[in-house]
């Protein structure tokens, strides 16, 4: 499975967006984390002689599928937000925002 | 308003302050952030929280270290960890498994209302098991300690039948005391006695099963029971001496029957620890009939316990209400005869 976004990186935007109100992009990395483990494990099943591989192998497929298109989700949302996506920072007008939202 | 201490461990002062406000606005009023974990073991000493939870965030393994040291700091607050689901979530699981030093975790982006609705739920078990403790210490101290290991051993209502010694004590003219002093002078004057001969028996290895309004009734078991017996009531007599709640004692020795007593068929059951037998009631009988600073017990005992008979008074044989037969009986007046004993010196 292709990854764009290694597994500090993400969690580094799930660190900072801490309550579900302002976790949109934290619920697209949550789903990112949920489909690489649906991926590990169908592929895990897959190789498993007494199971059908190629029930494993379609939910992979469709699961590297879903991957692809929510990283390229997270991508486009954090440009959007204006966060430093070299370092993946919250920018400071989110932040401001975020506790007018209480 | 939720009355609970909080504490709130997160080196990140954005997301610690998005949390705090967030739990303010649930009605967690009492909240105290540290973001320096060096601070911690001060904070916590200060603070005594119900809860701590702590914000994990990716790849700081040092702050899991913190984690434990805070369990160990403040076993009795509950810990919380919020981490972000995947690898960091997998990390903390398996530390929480290996170290117990984390009570639940929690995913983010934290869900808004499950999270705080788990918290207050989670306070809520805690103040009523703490509760609980704070009822059980107090049981603690109003339960016999035989009836405590009884619990422990044998919560079936099986009663247990074994060799004991019995003693008992009671106060002389104690209704005549009543009336001529003030309650609560008598009162505070009998609980000081109590506790005096709890004291005393505990001393001699043997177990207070009851107090009996103006008295106790004890038990002792095991090797030297009865040579236990006789000694601590021959101290508790010469006690008696100088006090102004003097009393008697009757001591016998014989097979009982130990367990807990009641209403044991309704659902709101009502049970006591007793130990109950002929011998239970001869020792009562005796006590009965022990003038002040004495001791009546029965030669038979006494003869197996080589006690001097030469201190005993011997009563002769004596008809006792229950038993068909009649039993010799010694009686014993301590003041002169065990000056070697220690004195238990009191302002009863």
């Given at each position: 499975?292709k990854?764009?976004?290694?597994?500090?990186?993400?969690?580094?935007?799930?660190d900072?967006?801490l309550i579900y109100?302002c976790?949109?992009?934290a619920?697209?990395?949550?789903?990112?984390?949920?489909?690489?483990?649906?991926?590990?494990?169908?592929?895990?099943c897959?190789?498993?002689?007494?199971?059908?591989?190629l029930?494993?192998?379609?939910?992979?497929?469709a699961?590297?599928?879903?991957?692809?298109i929510?990283?390229e989700?997270?991508?486009?949302?954090?440009?959007i937000?204006?966060w430093d996506?070299?370092?993946f920072i919250?920018p400071?007008?989110?932040?401001?925002?975020?506790?007018?939202?209480? | 308003?939720?009355?609970?201490k909080?504490?709130l461990?997160?080196?990140?002062d954005?997301?610690?302050?998005?949390?705090?406000?967030?739990?303010?606005?649930?009605?967690?009023?009492d909240?105290k952030t540290v973001?320096?974990?060096?601070?911690?073991?001060?904070?916590?000493?200060?603070?005594?929280p119900?809860?701590?939870?702590?914000?994990?965030?990716?790849?700081e393994?040092?702050s899991?270290?913190?984690?434990?040291?805070?369990?160990q700091?403040s076993p009795?607050s509950?810990?919380?960890?919020?981490v972000?689901?995947?690898?960091?979530?997998k990390?903390v699981?398996l530390?929480?498994?290996?170290?117990k030093?984390i009570?639940?975790i929690?995913?983010?982006?934290?869900?808004?209302?499950?999270f705080f609705m788990t918290?207050?739920?989670?306070?809520?078990?805690k103040?009523?098991?703490?509760a609980?403790?704070?009822?059980?210490?107090?049981?603690?101290?109003l339960?016999?300690e035989?009836a405590?290991s009884?619990?422990e051993t044998n919560?079936?209502?099986?009663?247990k039948?074994?060799?004991?010694?019995?003693?008992f004590?009671?106060?002389r003219?104690s209704t005549e005391?009543?009336?001529a002093?003030?309650?609560?002078?008598y009162?505070q004057?009998?609980?000081?006695?109590?506790?005096?001969q709890?004291?005393?028996?505990?001393?001699?290895?043997?177990s207070?099963?009851?107090?009996?309004?103006?008295?106790?009734m004890a038990v002792?078991?095991?090797m030297?029971k009865s040579?236990?017996?006789?000694?601590?009531?021959?101290v508790?007599?010469?006690?008696?001496?100088n006090i102004?709640?003097?009393?008697g004692?009757?001591?016998?020795e014989g097979?009982?029957?130990?367990?807990?007593?009641?209403?044991s068929k309704?659902e709101?059951?009502r049970?006591q620890?007793d130990?109950?037998g002929a011998?239970v009631?001869l020792?009562?009988?005796?006590?009965?009939?022990?003038s002040?600073?004495e001791?009546?017990?029965t030669k038979?005992?006494?003869a197996?316990?080589?006690?001097?008979e030469?201190?005993?008074?011997?009563?002769?044989?004596?008809?006792?209400?229950?038993?068909?037969?009649?039993i010799?009986?010694?009686a014993?007046?301590?003041?002169?005869?065990?000056?070697?004993e220690n004195?238990?010196?009191?302002?009863?």
């Amino acid at each position: 499975m292709k990854q764009q976004f290694n597994a500090a990186q993400i969690s580094k935007v799930i660190d900072q967006a801490l309550i579900y109100q302002c976790a949109c992009p934290a619920q697209v990395c949550k789903a990112i984390f949920e489909l690489r483990e649906l991926f590990d494990y169908q592929m895990n099943c897959a190789s498993d002689s007494n199971n059908n591989e190629l029930v494993h192998k379609t939910i992979a497929a469709a699961a590297e599928v879903s991957h692809e298109i929510m990283e390229e989700c997270l991508k486009q949302i954090l440009e959007i937000e204006g966060w430093d996506q070299a370092n993946f920072i919250m920018p400071e007008s989110l932040k401001q925002k975020v506790p007018k939202l209480f | 308003m939720i009355n609970s201490k909080l504490m709130l461990v997160d080196k990140d002062d954005y997301t610690s302050s998005l949390l705090a406000t967030n739990l303010y606005q649930h009605g967690f009023n009492d909240i105290k952030t540290v973001t320096d974990g060096s601070a911690l073991p001060k904070a916590i000493a200060e603070c005594r929280p119900d809860v701590v939870i702590f914000n994990y965030h990716f790849d700081e393994f040092d702050s899991l270290i913190l984690c434990s040291a805070l369990k160990q700091m403040s076993p009795q607050s509950l810990i919380i960890a919020i981490v972000s689901p995947g690898p960091a979530f997998k990390t903390v699981d398996l530390w929480a498994k290996q170290t117990k030093s984390i009570d639940l975790i929690v995913e983010k982006p934290l869900s808004d209302e499950r999270f705080f609705m788990t918290l207050k739920d989670l306070l809520k078990v805690k103040n009523s098991s703490r509760a609980l403790e704070t009822k059980a210490q107090l049981l603690v101290n109003l339960v016999p300690e035989a009836a405590l290991s009884a619990l422990e051993t044998n919560f079936n209502n099986e009663a247990k039948m074994f060799e004991a010694t019995v003693l008992f004590t009671d106060i002389r003219r104690s209704t005549e005391l009543i009336r001529a002093m003030p309650p609560r002078e008598y009162f505070q004057l009998l609980n000081d006695l109590l506790s005096l001969q709890a004291k005393i028996i505990k001393q001699f290895e043997g177990s207070v099963i009851k107090y009996t309004g103006d008295g106790v009734m004890a038990v002792f078991k095991g090797m030297g029971k009865s040579y236990l017996a006789m000694r601590c009531a021959l101290v508790l007599a010469k006690t008696s001496h100088n006090i102004k709640l003097s009393y008697g004692v009757g001591v016998a020795e014989g097979l009982v029957l130990a367990g807990l007593i009641g209403d044991s068929k309704s659902e709101d059951q009502r049970l006591q620890y007793d130990v109950i037998g002929a011998t239970v009631h001869l020792a009562a009988r005796l006590c009965g009939m022990a003038s002040a600073g004495e001791v009546i017990t029965t030669k038979k005992l006494i003869a197996a316990v080589k006690l001097n008979e030469n201190m005993a008074r011997d009563i002769g044989s004596v008809s006792i209400k229950g038993f068909a037969d009649k039993i010799d009986c010694v009686a014993f007046k301590p003041s002169k005869l065990i000056a070697e004993e220690n004195t238990y010196e009191t302002t009863i």
